[in-house]
Structure formats: structure tokens, C-alpha cells
């Protein structure tokens, strides 16, 4: 059974950071794909960045040259830096991890950016 748990969410005054982490259960090296993805009030759930078992990774356009996505295999657990924070990235933010066997999610954090 795969467990992912997500922290690191809070609030944060526009221009500011966080650093959100997924926790995996066991080792990540069985997915090929992580990613986190947010979603905010009465929006769809969208990807924000994700990262393949190569090391590859991608981000969403909004978030370029802010937010950057890794891994750390030895602790099972994947990153998300974000930086010069603002409104329109308040969200609940998702981690989710991808098998041949199908994906998997853990249980989201809410990220505030506010004054």
C-alpha cells in the first residue's frame, strides 16, 4: 500500500517562500512518475511540476523560474521549492505518485499567500 503525506504548506506573505515535501511510504525509486498538483477554490486540480524516475522534470508555465521541483531517493521524498509567492498560487497543494499499477495521492496542504 502506498502512503504519501505532504507538509511544509502554511501561510506566507506575498513575494515569500515554502518548501512543501511528500513523504513516501517505501521507496520512491518504484515510481516513474511524482508530481505535485494544487487546486484552489471552485477550480479543477491542475499540475504544477513533476519529476520523472530519470530526474527529468517539468513545470507548469504559470510557475517557471519560481517553483522547482526534486527528489530525494535516500529519504523517499520529493520537493517543492516555491519562491516570489503570490494570491494566485493559494491553493491546497496535492502530491501524487504515479505506477504502472495506477496513481496514487496523498491528502493535500493548504498553502495561503496573503498579506
Known amino acids: 500500500q502506498v502512503q504519501l503525506v505532504e507538509s511544509g504548506g502554511g501561510l506566507v506573505q506575498p513575494g515569500g517562500s515554502l518548501r512543501l515535501s511528500c513523504a513516501a511510504s517505501g521507496s520512491i525509486l518504484r515510481f516513474y512518475f511524482m508530481g505535485w498538483y494544487r487546486q484552489a477554490p471552485g477550480k479543477q486540480r491542475d499540475m504544477v511540476a513533476g519529476?520523472?524516475?530519470?530526474?527529468?522534470?517539468n513545470c507548469a508555465d504559470s510557475v517557471k523560474g519560481r517553483f522547482t521541483i526534486s527528489r530525494d531517493n535516500a529519504k523517499n521524498t520529493v520537493y517543492l521549492q516555491m519562491n516570489s509567492l503570490n494570491a494566485e498560487d493559494t491553493a491546497v497543494y496535492y502530491c501524487?505518485?504515479?505506477?504502472?499499477?495506477?496513481?496514487?495521492w496523498g491528502q493535500g496542504t493548504q498553502v495561503t499567500v496573503s498579506s
Open positions: 501524487k505518485a504515479r505506477t504502472y499499477a495506477g496513481d496514487y
Open positions: 519529476i520523472l524516475s530519470d530526474g527529468s522534470t
